[in-house]
């Protein structure tokens, strides 16, 4: 059975980094999307980024752009979230997804999910 272990969260001070990780145990997904999303207390679930199987793809929310970088390791079956110039309103549980998808953004999309790691960035 395939499952998804996100590891790397903690806490980190305004402006500081983190990076997130989510491996692939039990399959590969090195054909699939794997798309981080997050969810703060309270609110809905929102897309992070995504990246297409071969790397050249990579997708961010607007207010991601520019702090926040994905990318994946298929020979590891892990996928990465570097998270650079972190706020306080990046806290949240962050998950990783996985599945074939023609939205990205769209949680419902993806088959796979994990259960969380959480990022705590205070001020």
């Known amino acids: 059975q395939v499952r998804l272990v996100e590891s790397g969260g903690g806490m980190a001070q305004a402006g500081g980094s983190l990076r997130v990780s989510c491996a692939v145990v039990g399959g590969t997904f090195s054909r699939n999307y794997m798309g981080w999303f997050r969810q703060a207390s309270g609110k809905e679930r929102e897309f992070v980024a995504a990246i297409g199987w071969s790397s050249d793809n990579t997708y961010y929310a607007d207010s991601m752009k520019g702090r926040f970088t994905i990318s994946r390791d298929n020979a590891k079956n892990t996928v990465y979230l570097q998270m650079n110039s972190l706020q306080p309103e990046d806290t949240a549980v962050y998950y990783c997804?996985?599945?074939?998808?023609?939205?990205?953004?769209?949680?419902?999309?993806?088959?796979?999910w994990g259960r969380g790691t959480q990022v705590t960035v205070s001020s």
């Open positions: 997804a996985g599945g074939i998808v023609t939205r990205y953004e769209t949680p419902n999309q993806y088959n796979y």
